[in-house]
Structures are given as structure tokens and as C-alpha cells.
């Protein structure tokens, strides 16, 4: 296992860096569409461009919560290092991009709501799962041993994602204030501001996947230079 | 064999506690495991006592495996860890009985009544726990793991913290159980102590069995110990040999002991029975009660002085008052009850029994439930009075009850994680109240839907959320309860 891990890594890190160039540069084109691209919101003006970064940031922040949650399940079920790694990577990760949505968020609602924050349900939901992922980060650094560590933040991982449906659904159970982007009469948007948010949506993506990739190399590195330092006090 | 290890492994992280051990126990042996701190005494006790999995190799049972056939194997096993597994705030009859209970045993008076005579407790039956000396405890905690005539009995340290004379009077009892035909695997570090001539030894060093022979003369051993160790210490291990073992005749195991003195496991009695200790346990010490009273009182003050709560602005905020102060009141009992098992390794005391892992979960969430209950039904008067509003409906009632059964639920799931970590005194309210968020909104706005005389059906959504919350909450906590039980 960790001779196996050791090879991994002494190999050179070419995808990764592929990865991380290729961000980069879509990065760039996904700007060029944000700010060139998109066509000027009649109502909000360049305001509404923070939202191509916060659906963006929201759906990568999900998704990731939504690996957690399945390789918590697949953790608890196999019991293997792996799954708990990229749980933990992945919740990360996702708590990153959600506190770049709550941020873009705020940016957003003093120009159009008046209001940095307002406590309307959907908006009241998205602090709670941010504190449920910082909640499940703290539980991951306060356990002693490695495999309780592993099951408590499966478990926990499991019942935080809970919470993303009835985040989802809120917009629909209650009255809100919150734009309802999607809704069952198709986007409320241009053709052009749909493709920008696509690309977005896309290359948050992409620079999710690197990041998870990189985090990973690095805690199957952190494992190995674990054992070499017990194999030493040996 | 009683009991076959084979190649049996267990690691913590790039840390392997047992590296391939291998070891076989014939019905009614005496072996006696030593090794220095660390060898990996106590996790190899705690697999085979069905507490800890481990992470290859198997482990079997009077011929049975565990992973199939969990309850059965867990009924010839008994189990003396390095704390008593007692609760200080029951007697030992308490104590004793509450361990029958889950045991199913039928004859549970007079079973208890003959190992109370036996550790020469009788006349202190009725004592609290917490008022009995370390060796006190000790016979106890030995009369408890024998409760249930297992066919195997662990001990790990049972002379730890023990005098003399008490140590003398354990030997004692062990031999005695030896001579009734009982198979005991004990860890020590003072073989001296015990009678450990023409004893079988085994030597654990660095997760594996180095030694395993018997013991001739006690010195002999004693010296011998000490080299190897020291040697395995200084080479790493790598030239250290097993020598061959000199074996006592051993019988070979029977089937499972017949379960006359035991009834099937009824699922519910064994709910109540957890149930019914944490309540006994409160009822003497009313600590969390009193704990809870006393806080949620103080948290409604407080929220008096800082939103300014008269008149109609009292009357509206009531709802959300209510379910703060039950919340915040709700998390210290929830602390405090799973607080009160961690101190004694009573969860471990659990998962000893043969009872469904849900049974814990089940019975130490309804007692949890029973406690903020009896909190509800001194704050829905006092919120009454003091924010003028009647709270007394059916509705109002049945959402206090489908609240509380959702937050003494996953608080139950979330306090066993909470007291196990570093900073347990403060984890369980991060942990818990970001989860119980939607609930608290949807009690808080159906509570205040209802004092504004709407009907249940009028809700809509509140309600919904809050029932659609407790069925996704608890069935994930039945779930997953398992992992979080286990040490």
C-alpha cells in the first residue's frame, strides 16, 4: 500500500500540471466571456456579472459536498484509506467554493437588494451548510485516531448532505426574494449569458477536479511520510 | 478450539498495532498474554471481544464467525476492561441487573444474588458504585463480565490499581473459573503476581506473537521475557524466532453453551432496559434536569432583556424563544448523558451485549427525549405566562413531539461522535446545531403558525419539512449509528 503510494509519487506530477495549465488558461477564456462575451443586463447592469462566478462556485460547492457524501457512503461500507481521502478533499474543496458563494452572493445583493444580507430561507440555508462543512472540518481535526477520524467524518459527511436537498427545494417550499434562475418555464436568460454560464460552470468544474487531484496526491503523500517516520522511530 | 486467531492484523493509520498474529486457545485454557506498552495486547483483546474490527486476517469462536454470527458469539464471550463498565450512580445491584436485561438471562436475580456472594459483594448490594474502593470496583466489574456464563473471559490488566490482599482474592477467583472449566485470556504486567506456573504465556511484541510456551518457574520466565523483548527492541525484530510451544492437553470446543438460562433478545425490552438505567441514573443524581432547568430559565431571561420582549412583540417571538432555549438546554443534556457513559466505558459495556447496535441508539435517544420532554412540559407553562400566549393545543403538542424526536435523535448520534474527540466540551453544539437548523425553522414557524389559529392542515411546508426532516435525520442516524458506536 504504501510502497505502491511511494511509486505514485516519486513519479512526475504531468497530469497534474496539465491540469493546472489547462485551468488557467480556460480560467481566462471563461473571464473574456464573463466581461467581453455576456451581454449587459438591462435592469442590474455589470452587477450581474458576479453571477456566472457565484452559480459557478454554488454548483462546484455542491458537487463537491455530493462526493463527499458518496464516498462516505463507499468509506463506511469498504473501509479503505482511499474513499476517506477524497471525502475529506472533496468537503475542502466544496467549502472553499461555497464561501465563494456566499461571498459573491453578498457582493451582489448591496447594489440589487440594497442589503448585504437578508435572512430569507435560501439564503438561510447556504450559512447553515457552510457551518455544517466548517463543522465537519473541525471534527475532522479533533479526532486522535485516524480510522475514528475516518468514520465520524463519513457519518457526519452523510447527514451534512442532508441538508443540500432541502437547500435545493427551498427556493420552491417557501416564498423567497432569492432570482429564480431555473425554473420549470426554461432560463430567464439570453442565449449568451446561458453559454457563459455554462463555460463557467465548466471550468469550475475543471478547476475543481485539479484541486481534487492535487489535495489527494498530497495527503497520500502526507501517509507515506507518516510511515517513513514510524518505520525510522523503529 | 474456543478460539482460532489467524493471521490477524490491525492498523491505525501507517501505525500496525497487530502484524499477523496467530494464536489458538483450546476450551477451558488459562493463557496468559504479556508484552511491553504498545505490543498491541489490548487492541488483539478488543477484536476478539467484537469491539474493534480488524484489518485482515479472522477471528473464530468456539467455531464461529463473528461476522455472521454476532450475537451468538457475543453471548460466550465476557469481557473485563482496564475501566469497570459500571455506572457510579447505580448500585451494583442496578448495575448487575441492567446487564442481565440485555443479556436476556431469565434467572437474573438469582444469578446475580450468586456472583454477589461469590466476589463477596452481597452485603454492599444496594451501595452506589461510585462509593465502593478500586478493588471493590474490581470484583464487581469481574462479577459483571461473568454475568452471562461466557465460555470465554478477557481480562485486560484486572491488577491494575489493585492491593496485595485484592490481587490475591482476583488469582483466586480465577483460578476458580479456570477449574470450572472457563477459558481465560489475560493480559498482565505482573506475572509474578498471578499463579502462573504450568500456565501457558505468550509474548506480544510489536504486534506479533513471539513466545508461547509454558511457564516452568516464574523467574525463569521473567528473565527470559526481558531478553527477548530487549533483543527485539535492539534488532528490530527481524531475527526473533517463536519457539516451538510445549502445549497442554486441550479439549476441543463444544458448540455454543445452551441457552437455558437465556431468553431470545425481545427488541423492545432491551430498549427499555437502557432506557430505564439512564433514567434511574438521572432520577439520583437530577443532574442534567436541574442542569437544563436552570440554563433554559436563564437563556429565556436573557432573551428578554435583549429583544425587548413585551406586549405583541413577546407574543410573536414566543415560538422562537421556546425552541432556542430548548435547543440550547437540549445540547447540555445531550452532553451530559453521553458524557456520563464515556466516563465509565459504559458504551463499550453496550456493545458487549448480544442486543442490536439500533437498540442503543433506540434506548438512549428515547431517554434523551424523556428528559427534554420533561423540560417542555415545565417551559410551555412558563412561556405561556411569560410571553402571554397559550401554548397548551394539540397542534403545538405534536410539534413539540416530532421536534424533540428529531433533535434527541441525531443529538444522541452526534453526542457519541462529540465524546470522543479532543475537544468534546464544545463539538457537540457545532456539530449538532447547523444540522437541526431547518428543524428549529419549520418547529419555530409551525409553533407560531398555530398561535396565530391556523389549522395542521394550513402549514403546508412547515410541517412538511419538519416530518420530511425527521424521517431523512433518523433514518440516517439508524444507519450509521453503528459506525459511531464503535471504538
Known amino acids: 500500500m504504501i510502497g505502491r503510494e511511494s511509486v505514485m509519487l516519486q513519479r512526475k506530477n504531468r497530469v497534474g500540471i496539465v491540469l493546472a495549465v489547462f485551468s488557467v488558461v480556460a480560467f481566462l477564456g471563461a473571464l473574456w466571456m464573463v466581461f467581453d ?111 475514528r477520524e475516518a468514520r465520524f467524518a463519513a457519518v457526519y459527511g452523510i447527514l451534512a448532505f442532508v441538508t443540500v436537498p432541502l437547500s435545493w427545494f427551498a427556493i420552491r417550499w417557501w416564498r423567497t426574494i432569492h432570482p429564480q434562475v431555473v425554473s420549470g418555464e426554461g432560463m430567464a436568460i439570453t442565449p449568451r449569458m446561458v453559454q457563459t454560464l455554462l463555460s463557467s460552470i465548466g471550468v469550475f468544474t475543471l478547476v475543481y477536479v485539479t484541486l481534487l487531484r492535487q489535495r489527494i496526491r498530497l495527503a497520500h503523500a502526507q501517509d507515506a511520510l507518516a510511515a517513513l517516520q514510524l518505520a525510522q522511530e523503529s | 478450539m474456543m478460539l482460532e486467531i489467524s493471521n490477524l492484523t490491525k492498523s491505525f493509520g501507517p501505525r500496525a498495532a497487530l502484524a499477523g498474529v496467530n494464536l489458538m486457545v483450546g476450551d477451558g485454557e488459562f493463557v496468559i498474554l504479556v508484552g511491553p506498552n504498545g505490543a498491541g495486547k489490548t487492541t488483539l483483546l478488543r477484536i476478539v471481544a467484537m469491539l474493534a474490527r480488524p484489518t485482515s486476517g479472522t477471528v473464530r469462536i468456539a467455531g464461529l464467525d463473528p461476522l455472521k454470527a454476532g450475537s451468538t458469539v457475543r453471548r460466550q464471550i465476557g469481557y473485563l476492561s482496564h475501566r469497570t463498565l459500571l455506572y457510579d450512580d447505580l448500585s451494583a445491584q442496578q448495575n448487575l441487573l441492567f446487564y442481565a436485561r440485555m443479556y436476556g438471562l431469565v434467572d437474573s436475580d438469582a444469578r446475580i444474588a ?145 441457552s437455558g438460562a437465556e431468553r431470545p433478545l425481545g427488541y423492545l425490552r432491551q430498549v ?88 442503543i441508539l433506540f434506548g438512549k435517544a428515547l431517554g434523551n427525549m424523556i428528559i427534554m420532554l420533561t423540560l417542555e412540559a415545565v417551559l410551555v407553562p412558563l412561556s405561556s405566562i411569560l410571553f402571554n400566549v397559550s401554548l397548551f393545543s394539540p397542534g403545538v403538542l405534536a410539534v413539540l413531539l416530532a421536534g424533540t424526536l428529531g433533535y434527541a435523535l441525531v443529538g444522541t448520534l452526534l453526542a457519541a461522535i462529540a465524546v470522543n474527540t479532543r475537544t468534546r466540551e464544545v463539538m457537540l453544539p457545532i456539530l449538532l446545531l447547523p444540522l437541526v437548523v431547518p428543524l428549529l425553522i419549520a418547529a419555530v414557524q409551525a409553533t407560531g403558525g398555530l398561535l396565530e389559529g391556523l389549522q395542521w392542515a394550513d402549514l403546508g411546508g412547515w410541517t412538511n419539512l419538519l416530518v420530511v426532516y425527521d424521517l431523512l435525520i433518523s433514518s440516517a442516524a439508524l444507519l450509521t449509528f453503528e459506525y459511531v458506536a464503535e471504538a
Not at chain 1, 72 to 87: F, G
Not at chain 2, 200 to 226: E, M, P, W
Request: glycine fraction near 8%; aromatic fraction near 10%.
Open chain 1, 37 to 147: 462575451y455576456a451581454p449587459r443586463e438591462a435592469t442590474m447592469g455589470d452587477v450581474q456579472r458576479i453571477f456566472y462566478f457565484h452559480v459557478a462556485s454554488a454548483w462546484v460547492g455542491f458537487f463537491g459536498f455530493f462526493v463527499t457524501f458518496v464516498t462516505s457512503i463507499v468509506y463506511l461500507v469498504r473501509e479503505e484509506r482511499r474513499w476517506d481521502i477524497i471525502a475529506a478533499s472533496s468537503a475542502e474543496i466544496g467549502l472553499a467554493f461555497i464561501t465563494m458563494t456566499l461571498l459573491t452572493g453578498m457582493l451582489w445583493a448591496r447594489p440589487v437588494w440594497g442589503v448585504y444580507w437578508t435572512w430569507e430561507p435560501r439564503l438561510t440555508i447556504s450559512a447553515v451548510q457552510w457551518l455544517l462543512y466548517v463543522a465537519y472540518v473541525m471534527l475532522r481535526g479533533s479526532v486522535a485516531s485516524p480510522e
Open chain 2, 114 to 258: 450468586e456472583l454477589l456472594e461469590r466476589v463477596d459483594l452481597a452485603d454492599r448490594r444496594d451501595d452506589l458504585v461510585r462509593g465502593y474502593s478500586r478493588g471493590m470496583q474490581q470484583r464487581l466489574a469481574v462479577a459483571r463480565a461473568m454475568l452471562h456464563r461466557p465460555r470465554v473471559l478477557l481480562l485486560d490488566e484486572p491488577y491494575t490499581g489493585l492491593d496485595p490482599l485484592a490481587a490475591d482474592g482476583l488469582t483466586e477467583l480465577l483460578s476458580g473459573l479456570s477449574e470450572e472449566g472457563c477459558t481465560l485470556l489475560l493480559t498482565t504486567h505482573h506475572i509474578g503476581t498471578l499463579a502462573a506456573v504450568n500456565r501457558r504465556a505468550v509474548i506480544l511484541s510489536r504486534g506479533q506473537v513471539i513466545y508461547d510456551d509454558v511457564v516452568a518457574d516464574v523467574a525463569g520466565f521473567q528473565a527470559l521475557y526481558r531478553d527477548l523483548v530487549l533483543r527485539r527492541v535492539s534488532d528490530g525484530g527481524a531475527t526473533m524466532r517463536t519457539p516451538p510451544r510445549r502445549s497442554l492437553p486441550v479439549a476441543a470446543a463444544g458448540p455454543p453453551r445452551p
Open chain 2, 272 to 359: 427499555v432496559a437502557v432506557v430505564a438505567k439512564d433514567l434511574a441514573a438521572e432520577l439520583r443524581t437530577r443532574e442534567i434536569l436541574s442542569a437544563m432547568f436552570v440554563f433554559a430559565f436563564l437563556a429565556m431571561l436573557i432573551f428578554s432583556f435583549a429583544l425587548d420582549l413585551r406586549g405583541a412583540i413577546a407574543r410573536a417571538a414566543a415560538p422562537g424563544v421556546l425552541w432556542t432555549t430548548i435547543a440550547f438546554a437540549g445540547t447540555l443534556g445531550l452532553s451530559r448523558s453521553m458524557a456520563r457513559e464515556h466516563e465509565t466505558g459504559g458504551m463499550d459495556g453496550l456493545l458487549l451485549s448480544p442486543a442490536d447496535r439500533t437498540v
